[in-house]
């Protein structure tokens, strides 16, 4: 860099304290010098202005490609009473002085002046847009005006105005992240529309945020949003057209079918339960809606189950929620309000909440969702089915703001620690033993954002049973306060989960670095590896040398673990070539060597030979027709597999064409065991980010596996029964009875060769085979097979691997 360069990057307006202007930029000189600024007006006039602030600032230093060790690039400059300054000057300007060199880093003419304060009086922010389930248009922010109010409309495109529900609400998130002054708190700043998107006429919808001053505009482009409604991922597939093109059912449907109805209702009501605990809900309150506030307490008072109280800590300002649970809940004894004498934020009002319950167990809730009459049944009957677990934890859905619609399913796996490791995939609802709570404490302020992520994961550190219910029996309103309405909002909450991992992996003892992933509440986890342990990788082998040359070519050229030996398994070859390649392996590959199979082919039994030779402390079984993509495959798998709860990982595993082969294996999908995702796009999150992120399941390919020597050798190896088919599967089986865990890494990436049609039972002998050791595993694992995969859900298809609704 051999010229000075500079960036005002925004220019901001504070009318209500001093009418003060400040610019936000940098400036870097090429020998670093600290420059002076100096104001003029009308080009001789010096105006004082208040000391500048400086500061980093790393993006810069990163652009430039410079380092600015002892020098701040990053500045703001305040220029207080600018309308004072208006009135006296036509013209000013920002200088930079470098002795004599002047620069001029901004200026602004008088009537420029007047507009850039016109502009900046209004502000306005959408934080979300969305088409919830193809019906409803929601769109969702918050708008401010700094000399009163501002007044939301919607116009259609012929600018009449657009039928829709507009509705207002406090934004403490913004006020907080832009550092509003206080008159802001209690402002309905915020605002929420909803409209029925199929009513919409024309190609656009424009806002109007109309100020005491002026008025903006945002204009919404309703043709792109039909387009995008034509098929979206995951959910265009599970609620539009299938494969073939035919309309599946879409989720409303399905929940009106699946959920309590009155007669179930009524004979719950009857049960009679050998443990009766009392269920404390406890919800902190503050400015909650009364619509939102009544749904949630009526919701409450419908259980089918009565032995229940709900806490209320409310730190609103005023008394209007406590007025409202007064009059029109006050007889009912099972609801308990206190008005809190300040508001402490969400941990300590939660904690309240929580020093209020007398329950055996405490259900958290936000305060404007929603539960379903069965909720609290279901639970208690968990708690009898499973001898007084630790904690329960159901399945959910998300709410519409104006309750209207339910929609986004998440069904989920039951316990799965590594999962929980990189979200919080439990969330609601959680209820958990007072006992257990009084052990690790309550909510913790320090995480406020992520406060229920934390509180979570060190309820699971100490639980002795987490029991999963596959039901849908918590609504998540997604509305503008709400994480699920606009996760992008919520920086600081996504932060503080990422401190929450850090500090579970610190108290269970395990060396890890946690990072933020570019899908917001999604983490990653790098765990240090101890040591330099030798991974032996086991390749069986027949002719298909330009496979295997791929192959060994990637291991050598890609990989950044070094410690590592290749054993090819020659078995059965018959090509001439195969052997004058395996005469050059040695010298072109130092770290391979070659294993000769005499017997016939038997996968099970190949892996199983080739392990006795091996001399790693682990295994690393490996397909010949796979590419590594991943240089840091192996560490990637070791960081996982070395914990002592872990017995195999598997990888993640393209087609050619970059389209998923192998994200885990599903137990019973398509028979006996199917590939989720698979044939999905390389892109693809899959449903609730299943296909990026590290969890366990059930089984995993070995067309690449890594397990620890002691584990394999516990467990017998590989069953030599499953020639061919179901091997895998069987191992993985096999630990996971050992109480050992099978982990699935999407941050293993590599190509697998096998043809998307390879495999077909196309003979006798083949078909024969196929039904003996189907048979074979069914006799084995039917018992497992017949309660369904654990890691998996109930309602979701054992027909498709898109993890679509399951058809009844």
């Keep these: 860099m051999d010229k000075l360069c500079f960036s005002i990057d925004e220019e901001r307006y504070d009318d209500r304290h001093g009418h003060v202007l400040s610019l936000v930029g940098w400036y870097m000189h090429p020998e670093k010098k600290k420059c002076i600024f100096q104001l003029l007006g009308d080009g001789y006039e010096v105006i004082d202005i208040p000391e500048i602030e400086r500061y980093e600032r790393p993006d810069v230093a990163q652009s430039l490609d410079v380092e600015t060790e002892g020098f701040l690039p990053g500045f703001t400059v305040t220029i207080p009473e600018v309308l004072e300054l208006r009135r006296k000057y036509d013209l000013l300007e920002l ?5 004599e060199e002047k620069t001029l880093l901004w200026e602004c003419a008088g009537d420029d002046l007047d507009e850039l304060v016109k502009d900046k009086l209004v502000e306005f922010h959408i934080d979300r847009v969305e088409v919830l389930y193809g019906l409803m248009l929601e769109i969702q922010g918050w708008t401010t005006d700094q000399r009163g109010n501002v007044e939301v409309t919607v116009h259609k495109e012929n600018t009449e105005l657009l039928d829709c529900k507009i509705t207002r609400g406090r934004r403490p998130d913004v006020v907080e992240r832009r550092h509003l002054d206080d008159d802001y708190k209690n402002q309905e700043i915020g605002f929420s529309i909803s409209a029925a998107f199929l009513e919409i006429p024309g190609n656009r919808i424009v806002l109007h945020f109309c100020g005491d001053s002026t008025t903006k505009t945002y204009e919404i482009d309703i043709k792109a949003l039909r387009k995008e409604q034509k098929s979206k991922g995951f959910w265009g597939r599970l609620f539009h057209k299938d494969k073939d093109g035919e309309h599946k059912e879409d989720y409303e449907e399905w929940f009106k079918r699946h959920k309590a109805d009155r007669r179930t209702l009524r004979k719950q009501r009857h049960t009679h339960f050998e443990q009766n605990p009392l269920i404390s809900i406890v919800i902190p309150l503050y400015c909650t809606p009364t619509p939102y506030l009544k749904e949630l307490i009526d919701s409450v008072r419908a259980q089918s189950y009565t032995n229940w109280q709900l806490c209320l800590a409310d730190g609103s300002p005023d008394q209007k929620v406590e007025e409202y649970i007064q ?12 008005h809190l004498e300040e508001n402490g934020g969400i941990s300590i009002n939660t904690n309240k909440a929580i020093e209020m319950a007398t329950g055996e167990y405490l259900m958290l809730s936000d305060h404007d969702d929603t539960l379903e009459p069965d909720a609290l049944y279901e639970i208690v009957k968990a708690i009898n089915d499973h001898q007084g677990p630790e904690i329960v ?101 996504y932060e ?21 992933t570019k899908h917001p509440g999604w983490y990653r986890s790098h765990v240090k590896i101890q040591g330099e342990p030798l991974v032996s990788i086991l390749i069986p082998n027949k002719d298909h040398i330009d496979d295997l040359e791929k192959c060994l070519s990637s291991i050598y050229e890609k990989s950044t673990w070094k410690n590592y030996e290749i054993l090819v398994v020659e078995n059965n070859s018959e090509k001439p070539e195969t052997f004058e390649y395996y005469k050059n392996l ?113 089984a995993v390919t070995a067309a690449c596996m890594l397990m620890k020597v002691e584990d394999f050798e516990a467990v017998g190896g590989f069953d030599e029964k499953f020639v061919v088919a179901f091997n895998d599967i069987d191992l993985c089986m096999k630990e996971r009875a050992a109480g050992k865990k099978v982990v699935f890494t999407p941050y293993a990436e590599l190509y697998h060769y096998e043809s998307k049609s390879r495999g077909m039972e196309d003979t006798p002998e083949k078909q024969f085979r196929f039904e003996k050791e189907t048979k074979h595993f069914e006799e084995k694992w039917g018992e497992q097979m017949s309660k369904g995969d654990p890691y998996y859900n109930p309602n979701l298809s054992l027909k498709e691997a898109d993890c679509s609704l399951r058809e009844d």
């Design 393 to 493: 934890y159901t399945d959910e859905d998300k709410l519409s703001m104006d309750g209207e619609f339910y929609f986004e399913p998440h069904f989920k796996s039951d316990y799965n620690l590594f999962r929980l490791r990189d979200n919080n995939y439990i969330c609601h609802i959680f209820a958990v033993k007072k006992a257990l709570v009084d052990q690790v404490g309550g909510l913790r302020q320090e995480y406020d954002g992520s406060q229920d992520y934390d509180f979570i994961l060190r309820c699971c550190e100490q639980a002795k049973q987490v029991i999963h219910i596959p039901r849908v029996l918590y609504h998540w309103r997604c509305h503008m306060n709400s994480v699920a309405a606009n996760p992008e909002s919520k920086t600081y909450a």
């Design 327 to 338: 009059k029109r809940y006050g007889k009912d004894s099972r609801i308990l309000y206190k």
């Design 95 to 99: 200088l930079l002085l470098d002795g």
């Design 496 to 516: 503080a989960g990422c401190r929450a991992i850090q500090e579970h992996y610190r108290r269970v003892g395990i060396e890890a670095e946690v990072e933020m």
């Design 586 to 698: 040695s010298w072109r590959y130092p770290k391979a060597r070659v294993l000769t199979w005499k017997e016939g082919f038997n996968y099970a039994a190949i892996n199983n030979f080739a392990a006795k030779d091996a001399k790693g402390s682990y295994l690393l079984f490996l397909n010949n027709d796979v590419e590594v993509i991943t240089p840091g495959w192996i560490e990637e798998m070791l960081m996982i597999c070395q914990q002592p709860d872990v017995a195999i990982v598997g990888a993640k595993l393209y087609y050619p064409d970059n389209l998923i082969q192998h994200a885990g294996v599903v137990l019973g999908m398509g028979g006996i065991a199917g590939h989720i995702m698979c044939q999905a796009s390389c892109e693809d999150k899959g449903y609730f980010g299943r296909a990026v992120n590290v969890q366990e399941i059930s």
